[in-house]
Nanobody
Framework: QVQLVESGGGLVQAGGSLRLSCAAS????????MGWFRQALGKEREFVAA???????????HYADSVRGRFTISRDDAKNSVYLQMNSLKPEDTAVYYC?????????????????WGQGTQVTVSS
């Protein structure tokens, strides 16, 4: 099993920044697709960003249209961790953010295909 623990959420003003971290344990996730999803109150969990393993030394990145240009996903294999740098935050970014892992190098943008999930971290953006 893979255990995922998110951290870094909090309250921030619109236009501000936050950096979320996801620490994986139990297994090495070097060749896993790693994603960030979010769920606002009363809405379905939606894709935010993900990385996939190319089979070499490069991780490709994917972003939802709503966050492209504002959010950046990265990973540190030595720390078995994934990060989400969030800039220019908007009130509509308010949600619980979840880290997810898929035992495959290929990213899929639907939550149902991911195998492991963290407990989530709350991000609240004030107007």
């Amino acid at each position: 099993q893979v255990q995922l623990v998110e951290s870094g959420g909090g309250l921030v003003q619109a236009g501000g920044s936050l950096r979320l971290s996801c620490a994986a344990s139990g297994r090495r996730v070097t060749s896993y697709a790693m994603g960030w999803f979010r769920q606002a109150l009363g809405k379905e969990r939606e894709f935010v960003a993900a990385t996939e393993w190319s089979g070499g030394r490069v991780y490709y990145t994917h972003y939802a249209d709503s966050v492209r240009g504002r959010f950046t996903i990265s990973r540190d294999d030595a720390k078995n961790s994934v990060y989400l740098q969030m800039n220019s935050l908007k009130p509509e970014d308010t949600a619980v953010y979840y880290c997810a892992a898929r035992a495959s190098p290929i990213v899929i943008r639907t939550a149902q295909v991911y195998d492991y999930w963290g407990q989530g971290t709350q991000v609240t953006v004030s107007s």
